[in-house]
Structures are given as structure tokens and as C-alpha cells.
């Protein structure tokens, strides 16, 4: 997105109405019909009631947690949950767990969302009276039209969304104004219904009502995208979003009291089995249906388009942070930050098709949908006080009184939606596996890193130098090109010098060692060249943000044209019969993977950890491919991982028979 969109302006506020407010914007399709299902008898303390709880849920969850407190939290100018991990992780090592779970968690609600939003739209075409007959929730064909909008949806990503993207905006503008101006009539009708704005009606309900929990659970529904709106704070900037969800509360508030006010206004006994209210408001159903469900599908879609960008976001910065595997990521069309990835593309579409076909209607995936989201508040929860507290330095009792305000209100959401978690067993291996991925690959590369072991490069100077000169030694290559992990220039892996001293010497004019250091900012691309040997050994440091893919074949290429103009290196082939033609030297990367050694003997624990990381490594991107290294120039050696060698082995010897 162009920076100048993070300023606030009117077209930076258009956009963010696309891009930000989709998921939340689009609740009042199911959040109100849902709370007269669990409600049960239908009376004016169950509407005051909920739309109160809804009310404050907005204030105290949305507005006051995400939108004045969360969203100060950006690393530079990104948000999310690895974003707000890379501000405090150096006060807490354990820091790691909490987004790794917020994140799974967040990722996993992400394959129900698309399914109960479009779902929900497409079922308003059963209040079209003309079509009343053949569109009925949970039938084949609002199932095949569901799934067919989500084929197409998840096909398209692999073309980016510029096109598409510039009507978000303008779509969602009118996806506002109309939730807003219907709620308006209805309100208008009965203006009695601004009482239920009073916290007692919402507290009175949750106190006396026998179905309290179920209540709780339906309510915390309206702000189901208040987490996936802090995740995409990079796209717009906190300014544009602050002053846009004054806009988009104000339409929200009034489409819950119209839904409300409506219902208040039909006669005593009516059933509202299969009714919902968000389209028994629309008025002249004959004409104005249609567009309304027209609309409604836009902005369902445009909701889970966002979903599924800052999914791909999520798993990228997650690559980049090492908690998930190098997997195949792609950049579509030339938006800074928008990224395609193949394999989350289609697990995410699978997910949604099998939801859809397992659930069939809006009503009952909502009885599944809002516990994950509700851990993944709660592990931001966790982060934010640190952010608060060591980052922004409030004093204590200010952090205090915050952090009981969040925790009261999503303790309650929590428990209120743990009642779900036998209707959502579906969902358990998704995230699960999540999960899972993410915790294995941090510890298995904690473990990894306990086995680095660096040695001065200093004193290796004059050994690379005297086998650089060794005429006896066949030539490996002209330039030899090292990956290194060393944060300090004057260090190198004892690995490095043994693959190239000790296995079959590896004999070159130059040694080149490169190491690529994550920077907190989001697009940081800098390098820095140091010659520790003129000409013979050369460090070259990459500085690139946690958002850019390191394809250090073309950065390599680039640094060395840069050198070639400044005259600090020459690259003329050092083979007499080439060098006379002036003939570009031979490059050579050497990329060393390790396996798990059969010579080790470790804990349970280590054991299961290390075995499911080469399991699951087997499944991503091989170091070439992942670090954009040409096959052609590239040698992968393998290193065998010992973590802790077998001892105490008694061999005996007999003699020969």
C-alpha cells in the first residue's frame, strides 16, 4: 500500500472501510438472529438486553482494547500479533508461546469465517418472496452457490487483488451507509430502543436469564474482527482506522437498534424460528431484496478477501520470524505487502468447503464459531501488558486497571464460548496442527542453536589463505560463497571451516561469507561489505525486513555490480585461457543441510521434537529455494545433527574363527 495511504485523508479512509472493516462490518448479518435462537422466549428484556451487551462489547473490546490501546502498538507502522511478539519478545523468552498460539488460533477461525459470512448473505434470498421456495437455508442449491463464490474467491488470489481491490472501498462505504439508513428507519419507528445503550439492561440479562452463557457466546460474535483488524493495521495506519470506525460504529450501533427495534414491534407469540431480522427490515422486499443481498455478498466477500490476505501476512512474518517452515511464497502484482501463498491458499479453501458442507447453514456455524478468536485476544492480552508496561513504561496501576478491564470481559467470552467446543471437534486438528507446526519449529531451532558453536575467524585467515595458494589442491571454485549465521563479522561457524578444510578441500580465489540479519522494520533492504582479507575473504550483512524475501542469489548479484563500479573487487576469470578474453569468474554456493544423526541418544522430549521438525522440513522449501539460490551455482552438502552422541558403548572383540 502507498505510504501516503497511512496518513489520514479521505481515500486513505475509503480504503481502510475495505480492507479493515470487512469482517466486523458484515456481523450484523448473524449476530442478532443468533441471539433469538439461544434467547429462546423473545421478550423486551432479551432484545434490550443483548443489544446492550452488544453495545458495550463494541465500546470496551473493539473501541477501547483494539482501536485506542492495540493499535499503538505498531512496529513501525505494522500490526499483528508477530509484530506486537517482535516489540517485547526480548523481556520474556516464554513471549514465544502466546503468539504462537494467538496466531494458530487466529488462523484457525479463518477457515469459518468466509463460510458463515457468505452463507449468511446468500440465505437472505429466501426473503424474496418470488424466490422463497427454492432458496432455503441450508438446501443444495444456497450450498452450491456458497461453495461456488469460495472456489472462485480462493482461484483468483493467485492474481492478487489490485483490480478488485480499488472497490473495496467504495463497496463497503455503500455496504455501511445502507446497514445504517435501514437501522435508521427502524429506529425512527421506535426510538424507545436507545434505552438498551443503559449497561443495566445488559447486565440485568446476563444475571437473570437461564441461558446467560449461550447469550454471552452470541454476543461476543459482534467483534469476532477486532483481531484481524489490529492485523491489518500496515495496510492503512492507525489515524485512517481510528477516525474510520467512528464512522462504521455509528452504522453498526444503529443496525443492531433497528434489528432490535423491529423485533420490539411485532405482536406477542410471533415465532421467529428461521426469521432474521437484519432482512425483515429491509423495506419492499420485492424490490429492494435482491440489491440488498447483492450488496451483502460484496461485502461478505471483500470480508473474507481480507481475511485471507492478512492469512497470507500472518504465515509470511511467521516464515521470517522462524516459526514456521520456508514455504513458497509469491508476490502477484507490484502492491508493496501483498503476497500470494499456493499451499495456505488451498488448505484455507479446503477448510471452507468442508465447513460449509458440514454445516450447511449460517445458524448452526455460528454455534461453532468465536472460541479461537477469543484465546487469540487473549494471547494479545498477554503481549499487550508487556507493551505497556516495559515498552510504553505506564506506571502500574494504569497497566493494572487495563489489564482487568480486558481480562474480565474475554475470561467471560472465553467461557462463554468453551461451551462450543464440542460443536467445533471439526476444527481441532486444523488448529491443532497449527499449533503445532509452529511450537515444534521454534524449539527444534532453539535446540539447533544450542549446537552452533563459532570459532574467530581471525584465525582461520591465514589457513584459507595458504589453501587458497595450494597449487597441489584442484581448484573448487573461483568465488566460494558461504550462508553464516554469525552476528558478529569477527566470528564464523566451526561447520563452515570444517566443510571447507576437512572433508575434500575446497580451494578458492575467494571466500565470501554472508549473513542476512531480520530487522523489526518491515522493508528494510541494506547491505554492508567488510574485507577481513583484501580480495580473499569478504563478509557481506543483509539487512532486510521481516516482510521481504531473502532471494540472495539476485541480492548477492546486485552487491557484486556495486562492488565492480566502485573498483573494490574483480571479477575477470583468474584461468589464464579465460582471463585474456576477460571472461567472468565462476560463483559457487554452498548450502549445508543437516539430518538427524543415527549417533545420538537424547530425552524423550528432544527426541519427539527433533524427529517431527525433520518431518515436518521434509514438507517445505529446501535452504536453496527458500534463500532464491539458482540450482546451477549451488553445492548442498549434508551435515549429520548430533545432539547428544552415544557414550558408554562396550564392544568386545574376539578372535577370528
Known amino acids: 500500500m502507498n505510504s501516503h495511504l497511512k496518513t489520514l485523508s479521505f481515500a486513505g479512509a475509503l480504503i481502510t ?34 443489544i446492550s451487551c452488544i453495545f458495550w462489547t463494541l465500546t470496551l473490546q473493539t473501541t477501547f482494547k483494539y482501536i485506542v490501546i492495540t493499535l499503538q502498538a505498531d512496529n513501525h507502522g505494522e500490526g499483528g500479533i508477530f509484530s506486537l511478539y517482535a516489540l517485547v519478545r526480548r523481556y520474556g523468552k516464554w513471549l514465544a508461546i502466546p503468539a504462537i498460539i494467538g496466531a494458530g488460533t487466529l488462523l484457525a477461525d479463518g477457515i469459518i469465517t468466509p463460510p458463515i459470512s457468505v452463507t449468511s448473505a446468500i440465505e437472505g434470498l429466501s426473503n424474496v418472496p418470488a424466490l422463497a421456495s427454492m432458496f432455503v437455508p441450508g438446501n443444495n442449491l444456497i450450498l452450491g452457490i456458497v461453495i461456488g463464490i469460495m472456489l472462485l474467491l480462493f482461484f483468483f488470489q493467485q492474481f492478487g487483488t489490485k483490480v478488485v481491490g480499488s472497490a473495496f472501498g467504495p463497496v463497503m462505504l455503500l455496504w455501511f451507509l445502507m446497514i445504517g439508513v435501514l437501522g435508521a428507519i427502524q429506529f425512527a419507528h421506535n426510538p424507545s430502543i436507545i434505552k438498551a445503550i443503559n449497561p443495566y439492561y445488559g447486565i440485568t440479562l446476563l444475571m437473570n436469564h437461564p441461558r446467560a452463557i449461550y447469550l454471552l457466546g452470541a454476543v461476543f460474535l459482534c467483534t469476532t474482527g477486532a483481531e484481524a483488524l489490529y492485523s491489518d493495521l500496515g495496510h492503512c ?18 443496525s443492531y437498534l433497528g434489528q432490535g427495534a423491529w423485533v420490539l414491534m411485532q405482536p406477542a407469540g410471533k415465532d421467529f424460528t428461521g426469521v432474521n431480522p437484519f432482512y425483515q427490515i429491509v423495506p419492499n422486499p420485492h424490490l429492494f431484496m435482491i440489491p440488498c443481498v447483492a450488496l451483502a455478498t460484496m461485502a461478505t466477500i471483500i470480508a473474507s478477501q481480507a481475511l485471507i490476505s492478512g492469512s497470507f501476512t500472518l504465515i509470511s512474518e511467521a516464515v521470517s520470524m522462524n516459526f514456521w517452515p520456508r514455504i513458497t511464497i509469491k508476490y502477484p502484482s507490484n502492491i508493496r505487502g501483498q503476497i500470494y501463498i499456493p499451499s495456505i491458499n488451498w488448505i484455507l479453501c479446503f477448510g471452507c468447503i468442508a465447513v460449509s458442507l458440514y454445516f450447511r447453514t449460517s445458524e448452526a456455524m455460528t454455534a461453532a464459531y468465536g472460541f479461537s478468536i477469543t484465546i487469540a485476544m487473549l494471547m494479545t492480552t498477554v503481549l499487550m501488558y508487556y507493551f505497556m508496561r516495559y515498552v510504553k513504561h505506564w506506571p502500574v496501576w494504569l497497566v493494572t486497571i487495563i489489564l482487568c478491564v480486558f481480562l474480565t470481559v474475554e475470561f467471560s467470552f472465553f467461557v462463554a464460548n468453551a461451551i462450543k467446543l464440542l460443536k467445533r471437534l471439526f476444527f481441532l486438528v486444523f488448529e491443532f496442527g497449527l499449533i503445532f507446526t509452529m511450537y515444534i519449529w521454534f524449539k527444534a531451532r532453539k535446540i539447533n542453536n544450542r549446537f552452533l558453536h563459532f570459532i574467530d575467524l581471525k584465525d582461520q585467515i591465514p589457513l584459507l589463505n595458504a589453501l587458497s595458494s595450494d597449487q597441489s589442491v584442484s581448484k573448487y571454485s573461483t568465488h566460494l560463497i558461504y550462508l553464516t549465521k554469525a552476528n558478529n563479522s569477527k566470528q564464523i561457524e566451526e561447520k563452515i571451516m570444517y566443510s571447507i578444510m576437512s572433508r575434500k578441500p575446497k580451494r578458492a580465489d575467494t571466500y565470501w561469507f554472508i ?19 583484501e580480495g580473499k575473504v569478504i563478509r557481506v ?25 566502485r573498483n573494490e573487487i574483480d571479477i575477470t576469470s583468474h584461468y589464464d585461457s579465460l582471463k585474456k578474453f576477460k571472461i567472468t569468474a565462476d560463483f559457487r554456493f554452498v548450502i549445508m543441510e543437516k539430518f538427524l544423526s543415527y549417533n545420538n541418544h537424547f530425552s524423550l522430549k528432544e527426541g519427539f521434537i527433533l524427529n517431527s521438525y525433520f518431518a515436518i522440513k521434509k514438507l517445505g522449501l529446501s535452504e536453496a529455494k527458500a534463500f532464491g539460490l539458482d540450482t546451477s551455482e549451488t553445492y548442498v552438502e549434508k551435515i549429520p545433527m548430533i545432539v547428544k552422541p552415544l557414550g558408554n558403548i562396550i564392544l568386545k572383540r574376539i578372535d577370528a574363527v
Not at 237 to 254: A, C, E, P, Y
Open 17 to 50: 472501510l475495505g480492507i479493515i472493516f470487512g469482517d466486523i462490518g458484515t456481523s450484523p448479518l448473524y449476530v442478532f438472529q443468533t441471539l433469538l435462537v439461544e434467547g429462546g422466549k423473545i421478550n423486551p428484556e432479551l432484545v434490550l438486553g443483548s
Open 237 to 254: 495506519g492507525r489515524k485512517n482506522i481510528q477516525v474510520s470506525w467512528i464512522f462504521v460504529k455509528i452504522t453498526l450501533i444503529l
Open 515 to 533: 549473513h542476512i540479519e531480520t530487522t523489526n522494520e518491515p522493508y528494510t533492504m541494506e547491505y554492508s561489505v567488510e574485507q577481513l582479507e
Open 541 to 565: 550483512e543483509f539487512r532486510l525486513g521481516f516482510r521481504i524475501q531473502p532471494r540472495i542469489n539476485v541480492l548477492y548479484r546486485k552487491v557484486i555490480e556495486d562492488m565492480v563500479s
